[in-house]
Structure formats: C-alpha cells, structure tokens
C-alpha cells in the first residue's frame, strides 16, 4: 500500500425527506445563494421545497449554470455574492452545479485573477465561502470531494481544481429526487461513477486488498443497478443505491494509497470541451480503448477485473482480458451510452485536434505511471473511431 | 436503504514514517499532554519519536491508561489537564489510550459530575478538548470514530460515549508501529475488528449492496491477513491492511443505511466488566452463538454471509448456516482466540452476576429489532458455555 493522507469533513444526510433538514445545516442568520442549472429544479418543485425549508432566511437564486459550467456564467455569479455580500451558497442540481459553486465559492474572495485558480488548479486557494448541497442527479461525487471542473467558452478550455476550502459542509441526497431525470442523464451518471472508479482501481497492484475491493464493490452495483435504474425510475432503493455508489466513487476513500490513472478523463474534458458531447459519453469512448492500449501494463489488474467484476475465469490470459473489456463497452453501450467517435460523427480529422489541445493544457504525460504522452494519446484516440 | 446521517472528519495520515507530520498537524502553540498506556510506547521508542517530531512545543506526558480504561486513572488526567492549562491532547497507544483521551477530552471542561457523560452516553457534552491519534494497534477503530468506552472500576461498570466533539482532528496510523506488539494483540485486533463489521452486517437486508460488499470486503481481507499478520509480524503490507481493514471497520461507513446488531458487544462488556477477559476474547465466546440462536431472524444475511465470505454454496440452508458459524469460530480459535467460557475458567454461576449486570445497565431490549431480552441473553450465555 502506498502512503495516504485521507481527510473528507463532508456531511452526508441521506434519504427520503431529507431536505426539512436543510433548517438545522444552514446557518440560522446566513445570507444564502442557492445555485441551480436549468427550469428542471423550478419546474418540480424542488427549489420550492429548499426554499421552505430555509424558512426566514435572505435566501437569493441564481439559474442557468449549465452542464459543464461555464467561467463565464459563474464569474456573474460572483459578482452577484460579492454585490448581496451572499454568505453562503447552496447548490441545488448535479455535478455540474456543485462545481461550479465551489468556484464560485472560491473565487468570491479571491483577489487578481479568478481563472489563475483554474490555472493553479487551486494551489492558490486561500479562502472560501462556506457551501452545501442538494444533490438531484447521481455521477460525480461532486457532492462529496473538493475538486471542481470549469469549462471557459472563449477559449474551448476545461480546467479543473481543487481545495480542502471547498468541500461541502454537508450534502443532502433525496433519492426521490432523482425519480424526474432524463434516461440519458441517469445513464450517463452511471457510467461516469464507473468509469471515477476505474481510474482509480485499474493501473497496477500494491496489494492494497481492502481498497480493491471497495473499488469491486462499487463496480458489480453499477453493473446491477444501471439498467434497473433506467428500466424501473421510480424504484427508490434502485435509486438510493445509485446515489450512494456514485458518492462514494470519488470521495477519495477508494483511492487513498493506492496508484491512480486519469488519462481517461484528462482525454475526455478536451473532447468535451471541443465538441460539446456529453462528460459521460467521452469516458465511454476512451475507456475500453485505453484498456486495450494499455493491457501490458495494466496486465495483472485487467485480470483481477474480469476475474472478480465480471466472473471471467476461463481462457487464456488474453483472452479473459479481451472479454473483460467487451464487458465493459457492452455495459455502457447496454445503458444506451455509445462507445465510439463515429457514433457522434466525429472523424479522424478531430484527433490533430484534441492532441494539440491536450498539449496546450500540458497533459503530455499522463496515467498512473505517467508515460502516455501525446503520440501515445494519439494511438488510443485512433482507436476510438 | 434506510436514511442515514454520515459525518467523519478525521484525517487519516496513514505509511511508515508518518510520524514526523506531527508538526503540521498540531497547532505550534498547543499545549499539548500525551496520553499513552503501558512503558510498550516508551521501550520502543514511539514516545520519543512523537516529542521528537513536536519540536519545541510545550508537552506532558500522562502515563499508565490500562487497557479498558479506567474512570478512576481518566479522571487523574483531567485533573492535570485542568491544571496545567492543557489545550491539545494526544493519544499514543491503541483504543483503550484513545477512548480514554476522548473521555479526558470531554470531560475536561465539563461542569458537573463527569460521570454523567456516560450516563447519558454523551448526550450532554457540550464541548471538548482538541484531540490527535497516533495508533499503534489496529483493532478498536477509536482513532477514527466519536466512540468510546470507559469502565469504572469501583462499580464494575463499562460504559459508553459519543459525541460528534471527540472525532480526533487526525490519527496518524504508521504500520511499522505495531510490529514489536504481542501476537495476544494482533490477533484480538483481528478478531474486534472482524466483529464490529458482523455487528453492521449480520442483521436482515435492507436493499443497501454497496454496505453489503463493503463489509464483506473487510471480513475477507481480516480473514486473509490476520493468520498472516501473526506468522509474519514484519510484513509491511500486512499490517498495513490490518490497520487500514480496522479503522474501516468501525468509521460509520459501513453502518451508514443499515441495521445494526450490537448485541454481542453489550453482552461482552458486562463479562469483561465481571471478569476481566480481553474484550475481543468476549466477542469471540458471544458472537459464534448469537449467531446460531438468532439464525431465523438472521436466516437471509446469514447465507449470504455464507456465500460470499466464505464461499459455501453447498448443501440445505441450515447446513450451510452450520458451516458457515463453524467456519467463524474456527477463524477465532485458528488466531488463538478462545470460544468458549469454559476456555477461560468461567462455568454457569457466572450467568446470574452477567445477566444482573444487563438489567442493571438498562440491557432490557438489544440486537438489531431490540427483542433480546434478558431471558434471550441468558439462553446466549447457557449455550457459550
């Protein structure tokens, strides 16, 4: 096992009804903004049933923050904290509400440039606003860490930071809540918290056999639970289940002493950032082709993996391997989530593109060894098509 | 699921050599008192390398925490807590030496009668001391919990409390630490620990698969690493995910959303209180037969615990139920850790003094619908024999 450091304060109140207890988590005289992205909050009444449970207190909205938060929507966010002297901010959506409050959260103090806490990736965080959560879509683990991804528009890049400052006080999650979401963003929320633990489970072993099989844990629920979750919407424990797996993907607890990878999603943000697809659908992409592209060195975990995630015990090594990984591309292409450039008409002509983008934002040596380097991203990109 | 409310702000610093971030993560003007157990902490040189690493801050020590701590010893540390104007406490030692640095912590500043916080389990503490860990024995989970337990001698009583105020501000787990410790030691631990996570686990299903698999993940890795850790005391990774499985098991982590049992330990306590047993050789006579006397109400859990701990997939359900608390037992005892009263010289007139004890203590109603009552606990304890 590797050394660890392993610190997460976040309060999480879970359940049916949960959000009465937003009264006693809140500060009784806080000046609060609740963030939310589109009309869905609005429209289903859960903003209505936040703001009830505030009771009295100076509670101002601010609306639009859209999917892969935009720098330039949150920076008005900040000067509307700044203009109500706001005291603490309440996000009310997914993952990327949550992020983009905890820049906003971050950066609503922060003298000079905001976008250099992007550009620090939250090396010069010193101080934040206090925020918590409630969250109505299951993926991120956002809810439940410190690290937040913001995309700037202008400048087609999507950066990501983090801070201890910026873990949530506490973060509430209804189930319930998530009963009025699209298929597509259930199933794209399944795949991200599979894909957040596999980043985190699948590079080498350093026999760290209670995180590994935490890591296994949260893979076969997903596997279980991502059809029933998109087959039966309203089935509370189907639900609840995928709430507490996703949380727990990227709370940090699975990761700690152990190697992680991220190539997959240091990948995916520059493609989400040049064409727009869905985070999910870029994790769907590279994933099974990074495993395949780096099944010499992730040898010994790709047999863990079929082995103990999907019951693969026969045949050659390579061959458990090859099935492990068709596994995994029929499991997201199962939830209806596409695994390849072509299914989103994206060509070869895209792959200079994202290669220049990835060297821009010095991603030229990637993974949990750090050796994929831009020719190396360049072979799994070719692949993807 | 059920609802839950899961909060645990411990930092975990966790590797060999982890002992010198004690001056980043104690205030540099704290006046600090070290509470440790025995001289094992001072032969082996731990005591000094934790003042080493605290540099030129004003520090006590307070000495001679037995295990199961005694009121009577506590409350001479808070007297000195009190009069030296101590402000940072710091456990060096296992959970007897943490659980009676969280009492100190509270009880430092309580108005009153101190004793009152375990009467009231903690429900009025109002305030607590500072509190930093250096463990050296993995078994009790203190080190990352708002328990603990305190027995006063005088009245033969153990009692326990919480309070979300004695949450240390970190533990420092370095593996290296536990390797001079008695095997009687290592394998109690093993044995506490593997029983905290049946306490969570062995109940009736409640639709949570990510607790269900985190559990079974730390009885699988206990009983992997726990022979191992005895035949091999010097192994690093060994008793690295000795450490790591211990502090897991008793975090709430595994507790969050599901029922909890907790009969074993109650009963157990009286017969330490009485006797004087090591608390995990308690729990190693009362679990094996709990299990077999609450097998209907436990029938599901029990052969999935049969399936997927211990792989019987064989024979009816009651032969694979006999198996699989045959096979519970047999990991005790394979760790030297007795199963029987009679192992320990303890015959039936014992029964009367402990089920007493229950009454006296309110353990009217225990186990995870509450329906063990006296007469139940009795007929535990006739078949422990």
Redesign the interface.
């Known amino acids: 096992?590797?050394?660890?450091?392993?610190?997460?304060?976040?309060?999480?109140?879970?359940?049916?009804?949960?959000i009465a207890q937003l009264d006693a988590l809140v500060p009784a005289d806080a000046r609060v903004l609740i963030l939310y992205g589109g009309g869905s909050a609005e429209r289903n009444g859960t903003l209505a049933e936040v703001e009830a449970a505030l009771g009295q207190r100076n509670v101002q909205r601010f609306g639009g923050i859209e999917p892969n938060p935009a720098y330039e929507t949150l920076m008005d966010a900040v000067a509307l904290v700044r203009r109500e002297r706001i005291d603490f901010l309440l996000a009310v959506g997914g993952g990327s509400v949550i992020d983009g409050t905890k820049f906003v959260a971050a950066a609503a103090g922060h003298e000079g440039d905001p976008w250099s806490i992007l550009e620090t990736h939250g090396q010069n965080v010193s101080g934040a606003l206090p925020l918590g959560c409630v969250l109505t879509l299951p993926a991120t683990g956002s809810e439940m860490n410190c690290f937040s991804v913001v995309t700037r528009k202008s400048i087609q890049a999507k950066l990501g930071f983090s801070s201890p400052l910026v873990f949530p006080r506490f973060s509430v999650l209804d189930p319930v809540k998530t009963y009025s979401l699209p298929p597509r963003q259930i199933a794209n929320g399944a795949v991200d918290a599979f894909v957040h633990v596999m980043e985190q489970y699948l590079t080498y072993p350093v026999?760290?056999?209670?995180q590994d099989?935490?890591a296994?844990?949260?893979l076969?629920?997903l596997i279980?639970?991502g059809p029933q979750a998109l087959a039966n919407p309203q089935d509370y424990?189907v639900r609840?289940?995928l709430m507490?797996?996703a949380s727990?993907a990227l709370n940090g607890?699975i990761g700690?002493?152990v190697p992680q990878d991220w190539a997959t999603h240091m990948i995916g943000h520059e493609i989400t950032a040049l064409y727009g697809l869905d985070h999910a659908q870029t994790l769907a992409i590279v994933l099974p082709t990074l495993m395949h592209q780096r099944r010499d060195v992730k040898h010994d975990k790709l047999l863990q993996y079929a082995a103990r995630v999907w019951n693969i015990h026969s045949g050659s090594a390579d061959e458990r391997i090859d099935a492990a990984i068709a596994k995994t591309r029929s499991f997201f292409e199962s939830l209806g989530v596409k695994t390849r450039f072509s299914d989103y008409g994206i060509g070869a002509e895209a792959i200079d593109r994202i290669v220049a983008q990835l060297e821009a934002h010095g991603m030229t040596g990637i993974g949990e060894r750090r050796e994929i380097d831009l020719a190396f991203s360049r072979r799994i990109l070719e692949a993807c098509l």
Chains 1, 2 share one sequence.
């Open positions: 096992m590797l050394n660890f450091d392993y610190y997460n304060p976040t309060r999480i109140v879970f359940g049916q009804g949960s026999n760290a056999p209670v099989r935490y296994e844990s949260l076969q629920t279980e639970i424990d609840a289940n507490w797996a727990q607890l700690a002493g």
